[in-house]
């Protein structure tokens, strides 16, 4: 069976005390156990599998991907799911009933606007967005990091959808570095522009020919119309932006993100795609409301713009608008390092990287991506897992406390040559003509009048005692 509910994955969970296990750290949910919510998340690591910061048992759960039967091995981190479940007291543990996955789109890349792996792709006439939090996965291995990515190579992207061409991805998985005969290319969206004398309908700026479709799944006896939320599946190589359809799948009959009824309580994470007017904004596709009992955590009414990452707490009202009881801003990764660890703190929920403690907390990505000499990866892994002396990459932001917070932490093979890497904004140039990134000071060998504050650069370098010795220094556009 496949949920048909919300092209970006409504996690339905009835939050019902009981037993479970307990998160590691800050960071989950603040939402009130017992209650009947409507959920959205990403996974963010296993043991068993962390979603919105809640970690839930699965050893009873039913897994489904794309509406087939699937295991935990099948889901990864930076999908967004679908859970149905319970929530503990603690707020940050619970156990799952039904885990469900299913991607926004799968094709060939037309076009890449990328640099240093941030930026955008095209895929089936959708733009898909990628930031510095976007996980990254890839079946071909010549193609090991997002700037890799090239045109014709064919990827599987997870994340949050306007519906109407755009995509802001929470996950890019490669799945081959050039489209095969019959390889399944898919596409989730708003229909528009129906014409129904010529059996076409657009999905952004990708035109659905559906004279050619065997398989109606879900549709109404009126059939298809402009505004419903509907999959286009096919096995054919896409000519131009024509997309000939052999399946066509009803996602939601009204287009909307989520159904529910007046007074249900609903959580959603996702992406601001209407800003801020007149009391209400929209996320993914869902209109929310915000009055004077509206709280806020890490932001404030003036934050809420397009492109945003919020979590929104809160109840439908008899129109469906989602009226918000709290508001938080997920802020995004500023600082990337790559370099071994000094240190790991299973007290204080940290590590030690370039001299610069970094807090990891349930919300963080952790992944295990190290091969080196036939050894396989962790696959639960976690702080416990690290020790000093591993290579990672570090994805982080500074909260208003000067606390450094991993959005991501993956471990690598080592670097034989010990060359580490820094990406971020220069906050600071010395009188001696050092830069200072996020507390990291650099020394460059270069004019002070190369480089000026608010730049973010990408050094790759030694490190020793508390200062990275670049061997290059470039700035990132």
Known sequence: MKIKKPYLSVLISALIAGGGLVACSSGGSSGEAGALKNRSGVITGFGSVFVNGVEYETDNAIIRIDGQPGTEDDLAIGMVVTLSGSVNDDGASGTALSIDYDDEVKGSISAINLSGGIGSIDILGQTINIDADTSFESDDVNITAISMLQVGNVVEVSGYSTGAGEIFATRIEVKSAVYSDGEKMEVKGLVSNLDTVAMTFDIGNL???????????????????DGQLVEAKTRSAISGNIMVATELELESEDGKYMDGDDGDEVEIEGVVTVALDGGQFTINDQIVIIDDFTEFEHGSVAGILVGVKLEVEGALDVDGRLVASEIEFREAAET?????????????????????????????????????????PERYFSLSDLTVGDWVEVSFYEND?????????????????????????I???????????????????????????????????????????????????
């Open 207 to 225: 035109t659905i020919d559906y004279s050619n479709v065997s398989k109606f799944d879900d549709f109404p006896a009126s059939g298809i119309r």
């Open 336 to 376: 990337e390092i790559e370099a071994p660890i000094q240190a790991v703190s299973l007290e204080n929920n940290s590590i030690t990287v370039l001299g610069l403690e970094i807090q990891v907390n349930t919300l963080t990505r952790m992944k295990d991506e190290r091969d080196e000499d036939d050894m396989i």
């Open 401 to 425: 406390s000067n606390a450094r917070i991993a959005t991501e932490v993956e471990r690598d093979d080592g670097h034989d040559d010990g060359m580490v890497k820094l990406e971020g904004v």
């Open 427 to 477: 906050t600071e140039i010395t009188e001696t003509g050092m830069l200072v990134v996020s507390g990291i000071r650099i020394n460059a060998s270069v004019s002070m009048n190369t480089f000026s504050v608010g730049e973010e650069v990408e050094v790759e370098g030694m490190f020793a005692d508390g200062v990275l010795t670049a061997t290059s220094v470039s700035i990132d556009d």
